[in-house]
């Protein structure tokens, strides 16, 4: 580290434009500063005190150009009032050189007076007045959003989605990742969104007649479960969170079954083993931890399928996906992590939850990361694969960021309009995934009406399935609760279940001993 950086950074704290980040950014980084304010000697040796005295009485005998090199050479010395933005970003010799062309030979005794007076402890006036108007104007700046295809407010450019279906519907290529599929596979990939999105529909609308407890929503990012759900293999093993509809309907789940628990007359319905597709997990994060330790347990059985762990935005602030991040690179588990970035942990925006696209976090854990496109399928479907593929390979984890939009609430407990734009809406209904796709199909000619005509009639005939089907569903029995709690049984579980018992049938005795007192009348 040299005197003139150690100068600089230490310019930069008193004047108001350092900081926390100027730290990070400038070489040597914390430790560095850390030793600078612990009053360590400068890199020349010389102590912080002995310094400044030394910089005050060269100051007062130098000519102007020397006096304005001495203050930026000391480590802890005041900037000259003409010169402090310009000592806070340059080197010694660029300071000297402007503090020599602006100011007077009186007015470099005066600066370097104030140095000598003021030492490192009173920050100069003008640099206070400096630091009040940098903080007024960052206020003022708009939030930046990550919806934008590339950064405009920052140093470094963010890469482009992986995207091989635009929103306009047409077909591009990509150099990394691509599918040739055909007419039939395209046709699918359209039929599954298609009846996903209308049983996703007829579910909410459920909701508001009172037959569900609750029910999320996954409007809008039914690409980037269809393409991510059939890029697997049926050994491969799925962790959901509890919007993963589309990939439930990939995985040959009823989508009755996604209705029991949101209805609360059961914890899934199904079985998890049978489809490889573990029960939803209401806890926000916990079922990626579930998915790095499966897919570790998936190497040491010397197995080649692959893990799979889905989950959102919101839930990648979780210290839980960290840690699983953590265990998968270090054990080389094959696993892909895909966050459905939709913009909207419930109301709080992705920009105040990372610094960076979500994407890049991989690589602080030393696995690759990759941004696609949510909306299109070819591209989810295209990037799921080779990760999938990748794992199976040995190759270790690998995170995806599908970038969607949340079209509706969050769960029909939500309200979206209290805190975000329906511009914001509209703007994305025009990235509408099934319908860059259906334009695909009709402008290639690989699909005709009567195609789109029987995807309506299936979807409503799904549509009266669900309806029957939930109104038909059976109250659980009372006592479930108790089961399976424990593998072998436990004596604090039976002794409660007892109780349980005994509590419900006292409602039948007073039942009877009322309708005796009745009928004696």
Same mark, same amino acid.
């Given at each position: ?23 990070? /950014? ?26 400044? =005295?030394?910089?005050?009485k ?7 150009? =020397? ?5 930026? =050479? ?14 806070? =970003? ?37 640099s ?5 108007t940098?903080s ?28 091989l ?13 691509d ?10 990939l ?31 990012q ?13 050994d ?7 919007r ?29 083993n ?52 953590t ?27 990372s ?85 695909y ?56 279940r ?18 005796? /007192?009745?009928?004696?009348?």
């Amino acid at each position: 580290m040299t005197v003139e950086s150690t100068a600089a950074r230490s310019t930069a704290r008193r004047s108001g434009t350092g900081g926390k980040r100027a730290t990070q /950014a400038a070489p040597g980084g914390d430790a560095a500063n850390g030793r600078a304010e612990a009053g360590e000697a400068t890199a020349a040796g010389t102590p912080r005190k002995t310094a400044a =005295k030394a910089s005050a009485k060269a100051s007062a005998k130098a000519p102007a150009k =020397k006096a304005a090199g001495s203050t930026a =050479k000391t480590s802890s010395g005041s900037t000259p009032k003409t010169g402090s933005k310009t000592a806070s =970003k340059t080197p010694s010799k660029t300071a000297s050189k402007a503090a020599a062309k602006n100011g007077s030979k009186a007015a470099s005794r005066g600066a370097a007076s104030s140095t000598a007076k003021n030492g490192s402890k009173t920050p100069a006036k003008r640099s206070t007045k400096a630091q009040a108007t940098s903080s007024r104007a960052a206020a003022a700046r708009p939030a930046r959003a990550h919806g934008s295809a590339r950064r405009t407010d920052g140093p470094a450019a963010e890469p482009e989605l992986v995207q091989l279906l635009t929103p306009e519907g047409e077909r591009v290529t990509h150099p990394e990742y691509d599918v040739d599929l055909s007419a039939q596979e395209l046709q699918g990939l359209y039929r599954d969104m298609a009846l996903t999105r209308r049983f996703d529909a007829e579910a909410t609308a459920l909701q508001r007649q009172g037959e569900l407890g609750l029910w999320a929503s996954l409007l809008g990012q039914e690409a980037a479960q269809i393409g991510s759900g059939r890029a697997l293999r049926p050994d491969d093993y799925v962790f959901p969170t509890y919007r993963e509809h589309g990939v439930a309907w990939c995985r040959d789940v009823d989508p009755t079954m996604l209705l029991g628990m949101f209805r609360g007359v059961n914890h899934g319905g199904w079985d998890p083993n049978s489809n490889n597709f573990h029960l939803y997990t209401i806890v926000i994060g916990s079922q990626v931890l579930h998915a790095a330790g499966y897919a570790m347990g998936v190497a040491k059985d010397g197995a080649d399928s692959a893990v799979i762990a889905y989950f959102g935005d919101g839930a990648s602030s979780q210290g839980d996906v960290a840690e699983a991040f953590t265990f998968a690179a270090v054990y080389n588990a094959p696993v892909v992590f895909f966050c459905q970035n939709n913009q909207w942990a419930i109301s709080e925006p992705t920009e105040r939850q990372s610094r960076v696209p979500i994407y890049q976090r991989a690589q602080g854990f030393g696995f690759p990361g990759v941004r696609v496109d949510g909306n299109d399928v070819l591209a989810c479907l295209a990037v799921t694969k080779a990760a999938v593929e990748r794992a199976r390979a040995g190759e270790g984890p690998m995170l995806i960021e599908a970038f969607t939009y949340r079209m509706g609430a969050h769960t029909t407990s939500d309200d979206p309009t209290r805190y975000r734009a329906d511009e914001e809406r509209a703007a994305w209904e025009a990235k509408d995934p099934l319908q860059r796709l259906r334009t695909y199909l009709e402008s290639e000619q690989l699909a005709d009406s009567a195609f789109f005509a029987s995807i309506e009639e299936e979807s409503e005939e799904m549509g009266r399935h669900v309806r029957d089907a939930i109104r038909t569903m059976p109250d659980p029995d009372t006592m479930a609760m108790f089961e399976n709690v424990y593998a072998d049984g436990h004596a604090l579980v039976d002794e409660e279940r007892a109780q349980f018992a005994a509590y419900q049938a006292s409602f039948a005795t007073e039942s009877e001993s009322v309708s005796a /007192a009745g009928e004696g009348k």
